[in-house]
């Protein structure tokens, strides 16, 4: 079994996180992967904190295991959900699209395990000055907001710049991927599109259906020109935002043409107006299995690469 600084810091088997999917991400799914050994975390994403609040408790209910909440920066609602956090006693907190230096104080002082989704040096520099407890360094691959650089250059960059135990994001679906992020340093990793095909993800069945069938050139990103690129299924809705992006469309009306598009795809599986996230790896997620078996095959085939990878050395 592979054990790390991770495991040990969180009381978990496996060092591995499930992402911070917004709209996907609910308490059923962080359950399931807390009670598989790994750190299952809920995504706040744009939600209000009365649905944030509903689905703790639903993790509560399934599982006696350490979870998480993800919470978005960028939110309306980040403040209110900085506080729940706390008053719901949540093990881990990680942030993705911002900075969360103004939370950081209150949230150790309630005990929380604070683990930023860092995409550079600076950043990671940064968190670990404030006292964060571990990085995550997310390389552009990966679904959802991405930044430049990928896993590969990122992670070691990000493990030379601190003392705190680091977690590769992105680019990861199989042991073998996760042998590679922990040959670059990484004391853990976190995967978010293996987990949409888990019988305990609630998406759409348009939304499973097409990562099933997803191929190597299935993604692409939008936003930049608002800043915060998103990577996602190459959709009707996703190369419609890319034709308005670059066609000299406002920023304010490509706001709104973006507006409720998740929502559209995880919960209604509306084929042409849904926002379809998804990382590089979709490719890879071929078959429905419980977040159990996810879990175990990932580590277990990471553990058969690592042990294998002396074969190439004379």
Known sequence: MIRTPVTDLLG???????GGMAWIADGKLAAAVSSAGGLGIIAAGNAPASYVKEQI???KALTDKPFGVNIMLMSPYADEIASLVCEEG???????????SK???AWKACGIKVIPVVASVAMAKLMTRLGASALIAEG????????????????PLITAATHLPVLAAGGIATGCQ??????????????????????ECTISQTYREKILKAGDLCTMVTGKKLGHPVRSLRTTFAREYAKAEFGGMDDEELEKLGTGALRKAVVDGDP???????????????????????????????EECLRGASKWII
Do not use: W
């Open 57 to 59: 408790g639903i993790a």
């Open 90 to 100: 949540v093990a881990v907190v990680t942030t993705g699209a911002g900075n969360p």
């Open 12 to 18: 978990i088997k496996y060092p591995l996180f499930q």
């Open 272 to 302: 042409a107006g849904g926002c379809y996230l998804a990382g590089q790896v979709a490719a890879y997620v071929n078959r429905i299995e419980s977040a159990k078996d996810i879990i175990e095959d990932v580590m277990s085939g990471a």
């Open 140 to 155: 552009g691959e990966s679904g959802g907001h991405v930044g430049e650089l990928t896993t590969m250059v990122l992670t």
């Open 178 to 199: 996760a042998a590679a992020a922990f040959m670059l340093g990484a004391q853990g990793i976190q995967m978010g599109t293996r987990f949409l095909s888990a019988e």
């Open 103 to 105: 939370y950081m104080d």
